[in-house]
């Protein structure tokens, strides 16, 4: 009999689990689900014999380890700053360890011990990273198998609303972790086009954008990822004049949202203790000049000129404008601007969520060159099963299936670049009605 333990049983672990589960009995394996709350790993378990759910305190070394003993895998879906300490456990341990996060310097500096204990530590496996990761190998190692030269690749995702959910003029809300979309792009975005390399401060990020269009749900603004360059090393593509990775939102969120970049509403780097009574309007007029006469829409307006009467509107639609007292008096702006967010952009019971992903790959043949466009839709059922929870979860499951099964046989630090791992993997996801629709153009 196979144990698989599962760390960590939040949103993300539900197609994770049920997808392990179902076979439990016929492949003789049992999963053990350990969560900070018992409760929430029961809960998951529904009432399976052959699941075991624990408790688990991380800063209980022993206990921990006694746990982790237990398993012949181990999947972390703990946050990522986490998985470190877990990875230790398992080599220490003798026991193979699968994310979905991105691999980190931290495992990097583990990778010569994992291989000398013949260890599968596989990482990236989730949706991005991931899916990405895995659909684009298989298009870039199709091509060159044909003998051409992928001279272009561009790649873009988003965590978004289905369009019947779609009901606030940002047409967003809030489908995964809160405080990563208020942070999100901070830093500096670097990739390269047309063999120039091109770097875009914060500052400048939400208006170096691109439209990204899908057949079925419409158009999309694309903004670059902070580090698109790695990737050419990664995807065996050193010499490659362009690639760019990006996030998606609905066409017109990133415009509206530069408002609060540009204003330092986002800014995390320091603490703010305002006094009791501080209002909505006052934290926003904070940031703006002093004038004893011109409104706070009026200030926004001159100070950024390219502010709409329709922005001011979809900002006014938040609260954030009201004369009514800040729900959080002490934090970073950054996170005083998250609960005004999570207020107006909660999901209501009945919403979908959606993932997109597009890959515009150009391709240079003897014949001439043409381009390749790869996209993916994937809609979430309900606020149990979100597309999130899927393309996180369903990956992840697939791999440690196939490996249990011995169909994947790669040891050592690995994510799903290389066919013996994404090929079986995407073919079992088209099988749970995750696919890609693939469209080729000649030049």
Not at 250 to 260: E, H, K, L, Y
Not at 275 to 288: E, H, I, Y
Not at 395 to 415: C, H
Request: aromatic share 8%.
């Amino acid at each position: 009999m196979h144990t698989i333990l599962i760390i960590g049983t939040g949103k993300s672990s539900t197609y994770l689990i049920d997808y392990l589960a179902k076979t439990t009995v016929e492949k003789n394996r049992k999963l053990i689900l350990a969560d900070l709350s018992k409760d929430l790993a029961i809960q998951k378990a529904k009432n399976n014999p052959q699941i075991v759910a624990l408790a688990i305190d991380l800063n209980n070394i022993s206990e921990r380890k006694k746990i982790v003993a237990q398993a012949d895998i181990v999947i972390s879906m703990l946050p990522a700053f986490l998985h470190p300490l877990i990875a230790e456990d398992c080599l220490e341990l003798g026991k193979h360890f699968f994310t979905a996060s991105y691999e980190s310097e931290q495992l990097r500096s583990l990778s010569n011990q994992i291989k000398e204990k013949d260890l599968l530590f596989l990482n990236e496996c989730g949706l991005d990273p991931g899916i990405d990761h895995m659909s684009a190998m298989k298009i870039i190692h199709q091509e060159q198998a044909k003998g051409n030269e992928i001279i272009g690749f561009k790649s873009f995702t988003g965590g978004v609303l289905a369009p019947e959910s779609e009901d606030n003029p940002w047409k967003y809300k809030f489908t995964w972790n809160p405080r990563n979309v208020v942070l999100a792009g901070q830093g500096v975005s670097r990739f390269i086009r047309n063999g120039k390399y091109k770097y875009v401060p914060y500052h400048m990020l939400f208006k170096r954008l691109e439209t990204i269009s899908f057949e079925d749900v419409g158009d999309f603004d694309a903004y670059p990822n902070r580090d698109s360059l790695s990737y050419r090393k990664i995807y065996g593509l050193d010499n490659i004049p362009t690639m760019l990775r990006g996030t998606l939102r609905r066409a017109g969120f990133c415009q509206s949202w530069d408002v609060f970049v540009q204003l330092g509403m986002t800014d995390d780097s320091f603490e703010m203790d305002l006094p009791a009574g501080f209002t909505k309007r006052m934290f926003v007029n904070s940031f703006l000049p002093y004038h004893d006469e011109k409104s706070i829409e009026t200030k926004i307006m001159e100070l950024l000129p390219w502010v709409t009467e329709e922005i001011i509107a979809k900002i006014a639609w938040l609260g954030i404008l009201d004369e009514e007292e800040l729900p959080k008096l002490k934090g970073s702006p950054a996170a005083i601007l998250q609960v005004i967010l999570e207020d107006k952009w909660s999901l209501k019971p009945s919403d979908k969520d959606m993932i997109v992903m597009q890959h515009l790959v150009e391709i240079k043949t003897p014949i001439g060159n043409k381009s390749i466009k790869s996209s993916l839709v994937c809609k979430g059922e309900n606020q149990t099963y979100t597309a999130m929870a899927k393309t996180v979860g369903l990956p992840l499951a697939i791999a440690v299936d196939l490996f249990l099964d011995g169909k994947i046989t790669s040891r050592g630090l690995q994510i799903p670049t290389v066919p013996e791992i994404y090929q079986p993997i995407l073919d079992t996801l088209e099988q749970e009605d995750i696919i890609f629709k693939e469209q080729e153009i000649r030049k």
